[in-house]
């Protein structure tokens, strides 16, 4: 068994399974961002002497939770602002026929993959765009949590749907291939 075999056996069930993970992990976590906002919220306002808490310190981190919560159609809402369709989170096929031989069914598994990669990086997007509102950060050059998020999202949103995006690459280059 050679490594572009390896690849095509993972390519079939490892994206099922991490899509469904990511799916319940945006759950649990945008349920404990709702929770923890809620609870600090409550906190405040029952016990004497806890910091105030702002509606403007709170509803940022609801949003990104209710946005971890429906993950797919936030993937599916950044997808269409870039482009039209529907994202599909199964297997990709971009290589067919005889312009890639043997070598289609690899370079669709690698395909695969990197959606299902570009999927945990727009979960790290929305991540990072938490760390900014509770850090509470302005522009403020490279380190700016804001606009590594919004860029994990964006590119994240790119990668899922890979195969569309190569071949809108090549149309803008005029590349043959």
């Avoid at 403007?56 to 599916?76: E, F, K, M, Q, T």
């Avoid at 529907?86 to 289609?104: I, P």
């Avoid at 991540?127 to 700016?144: C, F, H, N, R, T």
Wanted: glycine share 10%; with cysteine; hydrophobic share 50%.
């Amino acid at each position: 068994m050679d490594i572009s075999e390896m690849l095509i056996h993972l390519a079939k069930e490892f994206p099922v399974a991490m899509w469904r993970l990511l799916w319940a992990l945006g759950a649990l976590v945008g349920t404990i961002y709702v929770g923890s906002a809620l609870l600090r919220m409550s906190r405040a306002s029952r016990l004497p002497g806890q910091q105030a808490v702002t509606i403007g310190d709170i509803l940022p981190i609801v949003l990104i939770g209710a946005l971890l919560l429906n993950l797919s159609n936030i993937i599916n809402i950044t997808w269409n602002s870039m482009a039209s369709g529907t994202v599909s989170y199964g297997a990709v096929s971009y290589a067919q026929g005889e312009q890639y031989g043997k070598l289609a069914e690899a370079v669709n598994a690698v395909l695969t993959l990197a959606s299902v990669a570009g999927g945990c990086y727009f979960f790290k997007g929305l991540v990072l765009l938490k760390k900014a509102s509770i850090e509470g950060q302005s522009s403020q050059g490279a380190d700016d949590s804001t606009w590594r998020g919004l860029t994990h999202m964006l590119f994240g949103a790119m990668l899922v749907q890979i195969a569309e995006m190569i071949e809108r690459f090549r149309q803008s280059f005029h590349l043959f291939w």
